[in-house]
């Protein structure tokens, strides 16, 4: 066990836990942020895609000990009423079926736009190869990210 | 308008709610998912809710909460259920607020998510309880303003006297309408009426899904809750032997390590209690991180099962004999199996006219074999349970589709009465047929049993992936007998599968040939299947789709055409009288899907596959251009069109078919589960090829027949005609017909 000190959307947060801890059951178990999901646990599906720093990287497969000043932001950190511009998007085209995926979807896309406001469709594959939707939302996921970018 | 009987339950505590002249005041947690809509979006809450049977309860301001009786996997049941029960109350739609029915047959009827019959069985039910309302709330007012009750009408929650000029909203007759008797029948809006249904209405979970809400069996948190993982056995064929668990037990936050038996002994199983793994180890810990790591390390030894016999009791009452051999069971053999019995006759389920002698007469006979392998459902949603079982009493919140199947069993294996379970129904994060086999649910019972404290289950990817219920691998030989002149004459069907048969010997072109045969074969397994996504149709509408459009080449026909043709023999002059398809609906989406992709019209380098097929009650014809880039197939756009009746939430609707055909898209593509001496080869998504974006298609196009026929499946029927439109258009896009899914194999290129 060891003492880490954190920034999760904007709050200093303390945790005493095993280095090996993946960032992801540290948001989920210790601080019930319950948004970033557990797919596959070998960074292959998405679902639990998170920023650090501005990146989208898969939680799951990084050790809360890789952490340390870098700041963390999950989706219940992406917008304070969850009206970022991907969130209302997202609503627009109505995307979501079962819905599991969705946050890491979101995630994913808010870090593509953020780098690259106005992608084309083979930059919106590249960045969201890494997330996968089994209900086939893809196409929905896909225009509301262009209709992200429209808002700006 | 039609005037139904009324059989909807009451809760017996609406009488004395009624007797004290008052309504009752009812917990909700609904303010909470509502943080982050902006002000105006808000509804403000009532002081008081009446409820007025058990789907809805009216609050004092008009505002009414409508309970959604079945379980949520993605398909919008929570949205367009509801949407059934306000058409016929007669509300504004902005002033619904949805909430999941726990698990109560007796206010909420079956509650399950499969065979795409969720709307199509609600269909009256829920309108009823919505016009019962209504009826209610203009009985109150008449006797409140002393005037006849057929001169009461209504309009988007506010009730009307318009000879005396007055009106009330439903908020403020509610009070008086709980104390009106349950009236026996009610009066249905005639479809042309429709206010709601047959709009467009937004998912009313989408803020909570895109804010990250806990909605989900898998965030289900509750105070001293403790995380369990199973350990199963590693190959099917083998079973529990011994542990040694004297390391793990002292590994940090681990509680305990249990065997747990998932059936009591000689239980009567039924069809949903499906599974290989009966017996199993469960590590019990403070956190997810530190029972997974404890769980790999845990010593466990395991040994081969011996085959057994046991009776299955069906959904239908019926009783099944399954036999389980005991072996090793791998990939290649179950190829060698299924071409050794493809071999041998068949039983014969069907057989029009003498196929012997047209066979024997044809001047050219068409013989093609199609296979498919066992697929795994991987939900996203990692099967999980939470429960907390405290003496006799139980508390359950589980991703589950059909949680009356699996109450019974969960009664018995933890030896306490149905009636002391609670069940709350959690969001599904998928469920494609998996999450109706609820053996997760017993054992995170049984592991909170003795363990005495709330528990939540959690499978690993790999534990879900590897734990079987697989839709099965599946093997069909189709014959034509065509004469000198190319007219079909003969159709021979021969279909079997481990362990079960994908035929369905009554569903077209049975009844548009004169002389047909259709027979079916099975071997038996210990690998465990179950429904997946439009079961058996999801092999054989591909298979059959294929060899009709090679067949009709061989005739010279349009591959459309070709289908008309048979179609309206079928519907002329049908041969056979069990046939269970409707040929005028089945042609009516073909019509409309050659239309709408304009069908004919040539473009370079596109290439096009058609195919079409009912089931699940519902009739869907796709058409799909794919081109074809470094050699890779790339689907440019799926054409769609349905015939499901009266589609009650539109773009809902099209949100599933585009699911559908971008899950068929990519089972057709990658799909498979394969095995090496019992070992499920893939366990996660680095081995298990799922479509991902730029695999899917790129444009998808979703059109319905409008008629004013009752509702029927949406989740299934367009899933299945994808697989033959794949392979329609991969012949036309190579010059190579595909018989073995999954089409692009292990090397995802084509040569």
């Known amino acids: 066990m060891a003492i880490f000190n954190l920034s999760i959307n904007g709050k200093k947060q303390q945790i005493d836990t095993d280095p090996d801890t993946p960032l992801l059951w540290v948001l989920r178990d210790h601080f019930n942020l319950k948004g970033t999901k557990y797919g596959c646990g070998i960074a292959q599906c998405g679902a639990c895609t998170v920023h650090v720093d501005g990146v989208a990287m898969r939680s799951c497969s990084l050790p809360i000990s890789a952490i340390s000043e870098q700041k963390i932001k999950t989706i219940e950190g992406l917008s304070e009423t969850g009206d970022h511009p991907v969130q209302k998007a997202w609503l627009s085209h109505d995307v979501p079926q079962c819905g599991y995926c969705q946050a890491g979807q979101i995630m994913s896309a808010a870090a593509l736009l953020e780098n690259n406001p106005n992608p084309n469709d083979g930059e919106i594959d590249a960045a969201m190869n890494g997330n996968i939707c089994r209900c086939g939302t893809y196409l929905r996921i896909k225009a509301a990210i262009k209709t992200a970018a429209k808002m700006g | ?751």
């Open chain 2, 1 to 751: 308008m039609s005037i139904i009987k009324t059989s909807i339950a009451r809760r017996s505590f609406l009488k004395s709610s009624a007797l004290t002249g008052g309504g009752l005041m009812l917990g909700f947690s609904w303010l909470a998912s509502c943080q982050t809509k902006t002000e105006a979006e808000i509804l403000a809450m009532p002081k008081e809710w009446f409820e007025i049977n058990s789907y809805l309860k009216i609050g004092d301001n008009g505002v009414v909460t409508i309970y959604t009786p079945n379980p949520e996997f993605g398909q919008n049941v929570r949205t367009s259920m509801p949407m059934l029960v306000a058409e016929e109350l007669d509300i504004d739609w902005k002033k619904v607020v949805v909430e999941q029915a726990p698990y109560h047959p007796k206010n909420f009827g079956f509650q399950f998510t499969g065979g795409s019959r969720g709307i199509m069985s609600r269909w009256e039910p829920l309108r009823m309880a919505g016009a019962s309302a209504r009826q209610m709330l203009c009985t109150a007012a008449a006797e409140t303003w002393k005037v006849p009750l057929e001169e009461i009408t209504t309009e988007a929650g506010t009730l009307f006297h318009k000879p005396t000029n007055q009106s009330a909203g439903y908020g403020e007759m509610a009070s008086a309408a709980v104390g009106v008797p349950v009236p026996t029948e009610v009066k249905l809006k005639d479809i042309k009426d429709f206010k709601i249904i047959g709009t467009s209405k937004k998912n009313v979970d989408a803020q909570d899904i895109v804010t990250g809400k806990s909605m989900f069996g898998m965030d289900y948190q509750k105070e001293g809750m403790l995380i369990a993982m199973i350990v199963h056995p590693p190959a099917f064929g083998m079973t529990l032997k011994s542990v040694d668990d004297t390391e793990v037990k002292t590994m940090s936050g681990i509680k305990d390590i249990i065997t747990i038996k998932s059936y009591p002994k000689d239980y009567q199983k039924g069809s949903f209690d499906a599974n290989a793994f009966p017996e199993i180890l469960a590590i019990v810990g403070n956190s997810t991180w530190q029972v997974m790591k404890a769980k790999k390390q845990l010593k466990v030894e395991w040994k081969p099962i011996t085959a057994s016999t046991e009776t299955i009791l069906g959904f239908r009452g019926d009783k099944q004999t399954k036999h389980i051999p005991a072996g090793l069971e791998s990939t290649d053999k179950h190829r060698s199996q299924m071409e050794i019995l493809a071999a041998k006759p068949g039983k014969v389920v069907r057989k029009d006219g003498d196929p012997t002698s047209a066979f024997k007469n044809a001047a050219k006979i068409i013989e093609r074999t199609y296979e498919a392998p066992f697929l795994a459902h991987n939900c996203m949603e990692p099967l999980n349970a939470f429960a907390d079982v405290r003496g006799d009493r139980a508390q359950i919140a589980a991703p589950i589709q059909i949680p009356g199947f699996v109450m019974p069993t969960l009664a018995a294996s933890l030896g306490i009465p149905v009636e002391n379970i609670e069940m709350e129904l959690t969001r599904m994060g998928g469920g494609f047929g998996r999450k109706a086999y609820g053996h997760y649910v017993i054992e995170a019972a049984l592991i909170s049993q003795k363990i005495n404290a709330p528990v939540k289950l959690i499978y690993t990817r790999e534990d879900d992936m590897t734990n079987g219920i697989y839709r099965p691998t599946y093997q069909a030989t189709y014959r034509a007998a065509l004469d000198s002149d190319n007219n079909l004459t003969a159709l021979h069907v021969k279909a079997g599968g481990i362990p079960e048969s994908p035929l369905f010997a009554n569903r077209f072109p049975a009844g548009a040939l004169d002389n047909y045969l259709a027979e079916e074969w099975s071997a038996d397994s210990n690998i465990t299947i179950g429904a997946f996504r439009a079961p058996r149709s999801n092999f054989m509408a591909g298979a059959e789709q294929s060899f009709l459009d090679e067949v009709a080449e061989a005739t010279g026909k349009d591959p459309i055409d070709f289908r008309l043709d048979l179609l309206k023999r079928a519907k002329e002059n049908p041969v056979g009288e069990k046939n269970d398809y409707d040929a005028a609906r089945y042609a009516g989406v073909l019509e409309l899907v050659r239309e709408k992709a304009d069908w004919g019209k040539s473009q370079s380098g596109v290439h096009r596959g058609v195919s079409a097929y009912f089931c699940h009650n519902t009739y869907a014809a796709h058409i799909l251009d794919m081109t074809m880039e470094e050699g890779k197939p790339i689907v440019q756009k799926v054409c769609c069109a349905i015939d499901c009746g009266v589609v009650v939430n539109p773009d809902a609707a099209i949100n599933m078919a585009e699911g559908a055909i971008t899950d068929g898209v990519g089972n057709a593509f990658f799909g498979e589960m394969t095995f090496k001496e019992g070992v499920p080869e893939k366990n996660n998504f680095h081995q298990y090829r799922m479509i991902r974006m730029g695999e899917a298609p790129k444009a998808i196009e979703v059109h319905f027949v409008e008629n004013k026929i009752n509702p029927t499946g949406m989740g299934e029927p367009p899933f299945p005609p994808i697989f033959g439109a794949v392979a329609n258009a991969l012949y036309k896009a190579t010059g190579e017909r595909r018989y073995r899914q999954p089409f692009l194999g292990e090397e995802n290129v084509l040569g």
